[in-house]
């Protein structure tokens, strides 16, 4: 077979990428970290544009993976935006954290309606910022960590109507909330029916213990022992002694000894006792 060579390193190293980025980036950088194996650059969010159009064309990060969203509510800069970028020639991944770059990548419109669709971040220059994800009608944005699990409406196939309708969240029973903790740690908080075991007296202690002074009042006399120890009609024999109870009954029946069936060959064949039906 021909051997398939491939300029791209099987396993790509972080060793020296960091320092290489963050010094040819230089002040566009304001932090550089790396965690769990990945390469972090948080840059500024002015001159985002000019850094990843740097990573394409100096350092082979050509295609842009993913566009993700998050959400800090503690932060005074709530949202971020990761940029997942991929070197095809060296086989390597880098985060790059802020805002947008709709004119070099095309896929990056596509990504950018997503992250407005589920966190509401506004991209700059983006002409076709419309949900992506969601309906047309949708209200909020589902992956903010202040949007209500059930959401703000329901849609249903009316049969009345002949239609799909939308409705206000009208839930059957309260939302269950889920901990999945062991048993056996214990809660944090009062489980149901346990904020009765605190209104409940305890009992009060036992003053004298009830104890058996005498041997007659359990039973365990010498008396009791000594009627353990006689012998029951028709028990079977004493396996020390090995012959019969004179006091065990006899038996009722004797049924006399068959005859020894005659030894047949296996072979041989059945004896017809009736005619065949031609023959009748």
Known sequence: MATVLHP?????????????????????VLE??????????????????????????EHAYQQLMEIAGADYPDREERFEVVY????????????VKVRTATTLWPNAGWLEREV????????????????ILTDYGFEGHPFRKDFPLTGYTELRYSEAEKRVVYEPVDLPQDLRQFDFMSPWEGADYVLPGDEKVAQTPAPPPVAEPKVTEKVGVSGADAKTSGKAADKVAGAPPSKKTGGKD???????????????????????????????????
Do not use: C, W
């Open 8 to 28: 791209a390193p099987r396993f790509a190293s972080n060793e020296g990428v960091r320092d290489t980025l963050a010094k040819a980036l230089g002040g566009a």
């Open 32 to 57: 550089a970290r790396e965690e769990h194996g990945e390469i972090s650059l948080r840059v500024e969010r002015a001159g985002l544009e000019t850094t990843l159009r740097t990573l394409r064309d």
């Open 84 to 95: 997942m970028l991929l070197s095809l020639t060296r086989n390597h991944r880098i985060m």
């Open 116 to 131: 407005f669709d589920m966190y509401g971040v506004i991209f700059d220059g983006n002409t076709d910022l419309r949900r």
């Open 246 to 280: 004179a006091k065990a009954p006899k038996p009722t029946e004797n049924r006399p000894a068959k005859k020894p069936r005659a030894a047949k060959s296996p072979t041989e064949p059945r004896k017809r006792t009736t005619k065949p039906k031609d023959q009748a």
